[in-house]
């Protein structure tokens, strides 16, 4: 038995599925999941010593790569200060500052401890601040486990074949109306059917948990247009896309200003945090100055603060590295399509930036639906044959590929030679 089947083997008994997060256990793809030792850099090592090519980055985190000299050196310094204090540090005053003066649209952020607890908050603050009960979300879009976002989710539910989760109360399910992603109308129809209770209007701005399916031309100014019209919050997610699409993420892409918007993973560079900001107005019904409650023992906690802070930091004064991980990402989609020429595989390529997709399915990935059409078992096989071939993709074909600051060309390059002896 290798380490890896051995530490499952003692993990299923103990812990559910054996991991701390479902998409981990691999039950999409089947086969033992790798346990992980250690990472450097683009690299991960297993608890056998194989070493993979990791374009998981703990799912966004790791734009800078793995173990970033810089990033350990901060985290290192603030653990031999305390790990924790329970009051206020000037830490969170400087990523509060950091987050505002990169990204236009907030005015005022919160720090939580991860993307689940932001957009919880986010949708409450968006509720007390409207008076109003219910929230749009978008089949396929994944924004936590909260319960009032575990209706028709992407990602570990998705993956799961899940519509919906169990334990969810009809009565918090009944406030979560679901449109169809690209697809205005049907938020639109949804905002005239409940006419003056919709509070926010929640979405991916590029949608990365059913896959990678990019917004059509109009689609997040059309949203844009909706919410200040019905005098809906309009909740930007960008746990993903927060400064990894640009230092401002996808509004500053796309040029589309959130009311609110919930971050994670980058702004804790691999330490729990997340974080929920925006409009002034919305952010002063928080708790203490408002009347909508919300608190976190760790909230802020200065070892993940430097973390974070250290990354934003280095992302801010150095803009190169947008430039390299979106040609990265060019490299790979162009390099796909090349090979999709060649063989003639029913496949699709997608994503911007540092953010891709191959889905197992001839027809174009615009929402939930199509995405769900992709053959999830061809998938398995692929994935395994890249694990095989020391590429640590995500076990799912409704994740992403996350490229970092740390790949190189020739990493690209060996994961087109493995998906092309793949698909031949
Ligand atoms: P967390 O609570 O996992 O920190 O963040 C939830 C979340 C919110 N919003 C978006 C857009 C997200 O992608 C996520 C979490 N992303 C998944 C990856 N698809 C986390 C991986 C996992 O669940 O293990």
Not at 22 to 41: C, K, L
Not at 68 to 90: D, Y
Not at 350 to 364: D, I, M, R, Y
Request: hydrophobic share 40%; with cysteine; net charge negative.
């Amino acid at each position: 038995m290798t380490k890896s089947e051995q530490l499952f083997e003692r993990a299923v008994k103990i812990i559910p599925g054996g991991v701390n997060s479902p998409v981990r256990a691999y039950r999409s793809v089947g086969g033992t999941p790798r346990f992980i030792e250690r990472a450097d850099g683009a690299y991960i090592w297993d608890a056998d010593g194989n070493r993979y090519t990791d374009y998981i980055g703990s799912w966004g985190p790791m734009l800078l790569g793995h173990n970033h000299p810089e990033i350990r050196e901060a985290v290192c310094k603030a653990a031999e200060k305390g790990l924790s204090f329970g009051a206020a540090t000037e830490a969170e005053v400087e990523m509060a500052e950091l987050i505002c003066s990169l990204v236009p649209s907030v005015e005022m952020v919160r720090m939580v401890n991860s993307g689940t607890e932001a957009v919880m908050s986010a949708i409450r603050a968006a509720r007390g601040y409207t008076g109003r009960e219910k929230v749009i979300k978008f089949e396929g879009c994944y924004h936590g486990h909260c319960d009032a976002m575990l209706v028709k989710a992407g990602s570990g539910v998705m993956t799961a074949g899940i519509p919906d989760s169990a334990g969810v109360p009809g009565g918090c399910a009944q406030d979560t109306l679901t449109a169809v992603y690209n697809d205005l109308s049907s938020a639109e129809r949804l905002f005239e059917e409940n006419p003056g209770k919709v509070a926010a209007l929640i979405v991916e701005p590029v949608a990365a948990n059913m896959g990678v399916v990019l917004p059509q031309e109009g689609f997040l100014k059309g949203l844009r247009a909706l919410c200040t019209k019905y005098g809906a919050v309009l909740i930007f997610d960008e746990v993903i896309t927060g400064f990894r699409l640009g230092i401002d993420g996808a509004q500053g892409l796309y040029g589309v200003a959130a009311d609110l918007t919930t971050f994670g993973k980058i702004i804790g560079a691999g330490m729990p945090v997340g974080a929920y900001g925006g409009k002034r107005e919305i952010m002063e019904c928080v708790a203490p100055v408002g009347p909508v409650y919300q608190a976190g023992t760790l909230s802020g906690n200065p070892v993940a603060m430097a973390a974070g802070i250290t990354q934003l930091r280095i992302l801010r004064d150095h803009p190169e590295v947008y430039d390299k991980i979106s040609r990265l990402g060019d490299l790979f989609r162009q390099g796909m399509e090349q090979v999709l020429k060649e063989s003639g595989a029913e496949v699709r390529v997608t994503g911007t930036g540092s953010l891709a997709c191959v889905f197992f399915t001839g027809e174009p990935v615009k929402d939930y639906a199509s995405a769900k059409k992709s053959d999830t078992g061809r998938f398995g096989k692929y994935f395994h044959y890249l694990l095989g071939h020391g590429i640590h993709a995500a076990p799912s074909q409704f994740e992403a590929v996350f490229f970092s600051n740390a790949h190189k060309e020739e990493d690209i390059s060996a994961f087109l030679g493995a998906a092309k002896a793949f698909l031949k």
